[in-house]
């Protein structure tokens, strides 16, 4: 009652283990990305507060240079003649916390080159004003101390792109214009951004007033001149701010080459910060660098894994509370159904007298129980009466098994000689009406050759007798094998009388015979006869099959191949002997033809043969004590290995060479 306990435990939890944890998670995730969204809208945010005090600085410094140009102690200096302009030009730039201050012609070489892009906006009734990069020789004819403050060291930062720089000797100043309604002469004056740590660090102040006294929250603010940290509060080590280290190659990819504002997570010199990066363009609308502020990631990250790991805990305390109690309101449905399982266990172990007993619970499950002991009586009932019948049955049954296995034997013996004669009626059929057309032929060929022996010239019948023979031979051996096709369904009855043969002559007599053939097909032949003893076996028979093996091969070979004809001693089981090998290089035969090979009217070449030639070769090997076998691999080629016993003559020369 395990299971049911586990499974009535989980039916209970299910929902409190596996919903709830579900919906907690779901809701985790989507207050996870609304925490991530709202730390990116704040940073948005900050963005554009830092845009605007650009902005501002901007509007203010180009306003203070208008009422300066407006004003009428500009007018009174300019009538004190190019000394005292000169003078109050320096007071007001020291006043007005200005790096650049200069009045003087657009057309001549007062203004610098890199500002005249504001200068010419500049009008008397609208100032202009823009940013605008200064190189490090502008900087130096303006002011030598200028030129050095603008420079700074390139720090070598992690994944920011490759350049080829080490110093950054180029400045970004803030100008503001106005022209003069009466000479059209220019009075410009400039900021240069490089350091200028009061401009980042009080625009930080304002972006993130609420925080400056966090320090584990307390934001950053940048100014990049292209890639390069030219004025931040960013802190590369305790107390030392880092200017000169360089953005990450992909921020500066999507925000200076693409013209697009970064929001999202980014490494900042060494840290993870919440990034916003806007590009900063000077006043033709060319990107020059990028603004940017931040604030550390870690704290936000860990308040939402403080809260998420709360929530946990929380839920686990939840289900550690849960099961005992449930557990605890469950006994009472429990311990009766485990009583129950107990006593079918036992039931089952075939104690048959087990019973649950007194059942005090009057609800379902007690009923069950009581139920469960007159169910368990009436089991124990039958039980006896059935063990009185399965005594008397399983004799029954072994009496009929017994007649059922001999029926069975007899019926498959019944069906084996059914299926050869049919076989053997079908071949004495044919192969008498085979023998009496072969016969008949023979007939005609035997007469005409005694007849040209008779008329024949002597000398000339001496000069072919050996062809003259040999005609002789084969018809005598035609009839011969008739003989033995008829003899076919009687073996019995084979009349040849056995002899002593040696298997090697015997191997090479059938290899005459079949040497035009393998001619004719283009077949290389080989012979290996190694020591054999003689065995006992009518010689043209085994003449016959071995043709019959070659001829087999050669069909399997059209256009060509290879055969070789082995003979050596042999033992089968124990039994001394000798075998021949007929081996050919041909296609082999599939693996699951190989079992019926050698039945009657099976062939491999329905159209060339007449599938009774190893049928016919096995019944007349097999005559002979002998065993006819064969191993065939498809694509190497077939092996047929024919094994008769050794003949029963101790005065045989090959038996004692084969010993």
Known sequence: MRSVRLRLLILALLPLVVLLPLLLGVTMVRWINKFDELLLAKVASDLRVAEQYFGRIEATQAADIA??????????????????????????????????????????????????????????????????????????????????????????????????????????????????????????????????????????????????????????????????????????????????????????????????????????????????????????????GMLYTGFLESPFTSDRNTTILSLILAFIAVICISIPLFLRLARGIFSPLEQMTATMARAEQGEFAARIGKVDARDEIGTVARHLDRLLDQVQERDEALRGYADNLNELVDQRTEELQNAKQKLEATFAQLVMSEKLASIGEITAGVAHEINNPVAVIQGNLDVLRRTMDPGFQAEHKTELDLIDAQTHRINVIVGKLLNFTRPEEISDVSSHVDVAKCADDALVLVTPDLRKHSIETETAHAPAPSIMI???????????????????????????????????????????????????????????????????????????????????????????????????GSKFFVWCPIADNSSDPHLKTAK
């Open 538 to 636: 009518v010689a043209s028979e085994l003449v016959q099959v071995l043709v019959n093996l070659m001829i087999n091969a050669s069909q399997a070979m059209p256009d060509g191949g290879s055969l070789r004809i082995t003979t050596r001693a042999a033992k089968r089981d124990g039994v001394p002997g000798a075998e021949i090998i007929v081996a050919d290089s041909g296609p082999g035969i599939p693996k699951e033809k190989l079992d019926n090979v050698f039945d009657p009217f099976f062939t491999t070449k329905p159209a060339e043969g007449t599938g009774l030639g190893l049928s016919i070769s096995q019944t007349l090997i097999t005559h002979a004590g002998g065993l006819i076998t064969v191993k065939s691999e498809e694509g190497v």
């Open 67 to 288: 009422a300066l140009a407006q004003s009428g102690r500009f007018e009174r200096a300019q009538m004190g003649g190019d000394a005292g302009l000169l003078g109050f030009l320096e007071a007001e730039q020291a006043r007005m916390g200005l790096d650049l201050l200069i009045y003087g012609a657009l057309e001549g070489n007062d203004i610098p080159k890199s500002a005249h892009a504001v200068a010419e906006r500049a009008r008397p009734d609208a100032p202009g004003a823009g940013l605008a990069i200064f190189s490090g020789q502008e900087l130096g004819a303006i002011s030598p101390g200028l030129a050095q403050k603008a420079e700074l060291t390139l720090v070598a930062t992690e994944a920011a792109r490759k350049i080829d720089r080490t110093i950054e000797s180029r400045g970004m100043m803030l100008l503001a214009a106005h022209r003069s309604p009466n000479t059209g002469n220019i009075l410009i004056g400039g900021r240069l951004l490089n350091q200028n740590l009061d401009v980042i660090d009080t625009m930080n102040k304002l972006i993130y007033r609420e925080e400056e006294n966090s320090e584990t929250r307390q934001g950053t603010t940048t100014l990049f001149l292209d890639d390069v940290r030219i004025s931040t509060n960013v802190r590369l080590f305790e107390g030392s701010r880092a200017l000169g280290t360089r953005v990450s190659e992909v921020v500066w990819q999507q925000v200076m080459q693409e013209g697009k504002p970064w929001l999202d997570r980014a490494f900042v010199v060494n840290d993870w910060y919440i990034s916003g990066y806007v590009p900063v363009t000077d006043s033709d609308g060319a990107r020059i």
